[in-house]
């Protein structure tokens, strides 16, 4: 009867682990390992914390059977786990200094408070090995769009059953006036698989810009063949949206595929999404064409680049100010976002004042560094001329070209440039020698005097310190937070050095101060080029003569 109860016992054992495998679906090792874990925690309180116990369960029969190892050592100072090699040897023959003897211990009876801690560690450890499957599944699913049932909400924060694991919405990453409820069904975007020690380590997203995109890829055909590409989206959570597509396939419109018949394609997308409105745009490698794009509705005039700062500026009609702004500065923020260019709109009013402010600028600027009269001023710069060294450094004869003027006066015109310059320079001079900077730094290719007063100013003052510099630290750089772009000027500022025209002075410091060498210029390719460009005109006279190439190759493929 005895061995009866025994062998019912260890079947139970075996079920339990077979039951728990199947629920976490975890494997049957990996519960029996936590089991043997509990049942040696439980015998170590039982024979002592010293004893270095190891317990097995056989997956088959589920026997338990417990041992204390005892290494093999010369001196013996802890009986609990060190035994001799003479006593070793009585046992095992072949023992050895650094070997582990195994003694088996009778069964373990399980008290009330063994069983309960036994019973912590098995939940424990299936808990962290669920865990670990749940992470191992879900860590390559990142970005991708799953489905789940809302199990509870926590302080907003929504908890989903995706089947085999668990998942986070949490409250910023819910649309706005979107509520949940037990059991609601959720679809949403995996954007974070990571480990963690406690609650859900699998991150969804229904404000992701990504979420729009793989939606409309499981809407539109085209976009999950790879035929239409979205190349950019851009999203207000739960009030609007724009999206930038491409076709490769030229006999598809990729803004129709994603519309759809009579809008069908959208709507399930804005149907999702809790009526947000989605503006599709067709993407262009053109940034100026992409960005009249991206402020429709709205009508622009003009559109005005500047490449280096990564900031453009928009001309539209004065009624159409309030639209292409849109509320809160919505549509211009959005097609920012979209471009990834900082747009700055302006009316043609406001455009026609800031020319007129920028003329009479200039004009005043000549009238003090030339001493000229305003209608001279004022013919230079409707002229495009803006500034002296423009003036100083053209060909004569293009001032002269200008009605009014001759020869005599436009050179009398650019001597007083050369001279208002040579004044300026020598000013400059003096205040960079008050500043104390070097004189090398005048060498470095690229660098004029009203740099080098900058330069001082901003305590670079010696070709070491030049080369020490990056090239933002000249240029200036722009640093983009909560879709706001604020500029930190460089220390170059004004001086319209590009990040090119930065990076090479710099380079050209750091070769001057001896930190790297000069790479030389390579020698025989320019002659194997100019070795192509002839036979080029060889084979174009050729041509001339009714001998070309092309000719030949027909000839000799017709022989063929």
Not at 49 to 65: F, K, Y
Not at 142 to 151: A, F, P, S
Not at 440 to 458: K, R
Request: proline content about 3%; overall charge negative.
């Amino acid at each position: 009867m005895a061995e009866a109860g025994i062998s019912a016992n260890r079947l139970e054992l075996l079920q339990i682990a077979d039951a728990v495998a199947r629920e976490k679906s975890i494997e049957k090792d990996v519960v029996i390992a936590a089991m043997e874990d509990a049942i040696q925690k439980a015998a170590k309180s039982r024979y002592g914390s010293e004893n270095e116990i190891r317990a097995q369960v056989d997956p088959r029969t589920g026997e338990i059977r417990l041992e204390r190892l005892l290494e093999v050592s010369e001196d013996v100072t802890m009986e609990a786990t060190q035994i001799s090699l003479e006593d070793a040897r009585r046992r095992n023959p072949e023992a050895q200094i650094g070997d582990f003897i195994a003694e088996e211990l009778p069964p373990l009876d399980f008290g009330r408070v063994a069983a309960q801690n036994a019973k912590q560690v098995i939940v424990q450890k299936v808990r962290d090995a669920e865990r670990e499957r749940q992470y191992e599944e879900y860590k390559d699913r990142v970005g991708t769009i799953v489905n789940g049932i809302v199990k509870r909400v926590e302080y907003g924060n929504v908890i989903v059953d995706l089947g085999r694991a668990e998942a986070i919405v949490r409250r910023d990453e819910t649309l706005p006036r979107e509520n949940f409820r037990y059991g609601d069904r959720i679809r949403a975007y995996v954007y974070d698989v990571r480990r963690e020690q406690r609650g859900p380590q699998i991150f969804l997203s229904r404000t992701h810009p990504e979420f729009m995109a793989k939606l409309f890829a499981q809407e539109v055909p085209e976009v999950y063949d790879g035929i239409v590409t979205i190349k950019s989206v851009a999203r207000d959570p739960g009030s609007r949206a724009k999206i930038a597509v491409i076709s490769r396939d030229q006999s598809i419109d990729p803004v129709g595929a994603c519309v759809g018949m009579r809008g069908s394609r959208v709507q399930a997308v804005v149907n999702e999404l809790q009526g947000e409105k989605i503006d599709i745009i067709q993407w262009s490698e053109d940034a100026a064409t992409f960005i009249v794009n991206a402020l429709a509705p709205a009508e622009v005039v003009k559109v005005v680049l500047d490449e280096d700062a990564e900031r453009i500026e928009v001309v539209v009609p004065d009624a159409q100010l309030s639209l292409a702004i849109g509320r809160k500065g919505q549509n211009v923020r959005l097609a920012s976002q979209l471009t990834g260019w900082d747009i700055d709109i302006m009316t043609e009013a406001n455009e026609s004042e800031r020319r007129q402010a920028e003329f009479a600028e200039r004009s005043q600027m000549f009238m003090e560094a030339l001493d000229v009269d305003e209608v001279i001023a004022q013919l230079l710069a409707s002229e495009g001329f803006s500034s002296i060294e423009e003036v100083a450094f053209v060909e004569e004869n293009e001032i002269a070209s200008i009605e009014g003027f001759d020869d005599e006066t436009a050179s009398e015109i650019q001597a007083r440039a050369s001279e208002y310059l040579d004044r300026i320079e020598q000013e400059m001079t003096a205040k960079r020698k008050e500043l104390g900077v070097d004189d090398a730094l005048a060498e470095v290719n690229g660098v004029t005097t009203p740099m080098m007063v900058a330069f001082g100013e901003n305590d670079v003052k010696t070709v070491e310190d030049l080369a020490d510099c990056a090239t933002d630290d000249l240029t200036g750089w722009n640093e983009r937070k909560d879709g706001e772009t604020t500029h930190y000027d460089g220390i170059l500022e004004g001086f319209n050095v590009s990040k090119q025209d930065a990076e090479d002075m710099i380079l050209a410091a750091r070769v001057k101060a001896g930190w790297i060498e000069e790479e030389p210029e390579p020698e025989p390719e320019p002659e194997e080029e100019a070795e192509g460009e002839g036979e080029e005109e060889t084979e174009a006279s050729e041509g001339d003569s009714g001998e070309t190439p092309a000719d030949d190759a027909d000839t000799d493929t017709a022989d063929a």
